[in-house]
């Protein structure tokens, strides 16, 4: 079974940088599609940013798009979601999620428990 774990969510100043790390583990990434969302308080789950596991083709939201950078490294297992330029509108839990690219039609189906990130002067 997939098991996807964030770190390095933290409280942050607006123009700050943090970088969040989706740590798997249970199976290799190799296959996967790898996503980041977020959930700030009283707003729906959003997409922020995913990558392939084929090609990397990435993929980012307009609101964070020039700002965050995705990438990954199989050999360790490990998708990396670089956020500069933080803006108080960004805080929110972020999650990373897993979807299998073998299985046609497949949505992302393991989710890690979340990451907060703070910004705030």
């Known amino acids: 079974q997939l098991q996807l774990v964030e770190s390095g969510g933290g409280l942050v100043q607006p123009g700050g940088s943090l970088r969040l790390s989706c740590a798997a583990s249970g199976f290799p990434l190799d296959y996967y599609t790898i996503g980041w969302f977020r959930q700030a308080p009283g707003k729906e789950r959003e997409g922020v940013s995913c990558i392939r596991s084929s090609l990397g083709t990435t993929y980012y939201a307009d609101s964070v798009k020039g700002r965050f950078t995705i990438s990954r490294d199989n050999a360790k297992n490990t998708v990396y979601l670089q956020m500069n330029s933080l803006k108080t509108e960004d805080t929110a839990v972020y999650y990373c999620?897993?979807?299998?690219?073998?299985?046609?039609?497949?949505?992302?189906?393991?989710w890690g428990q979340g990451t907060q990130v703070t910004v705030s002067s």
């Open positions: 999620a897993a979807r299998d690219e073998r299985l046609k039609g497949a949505d992302f189906g393991s």
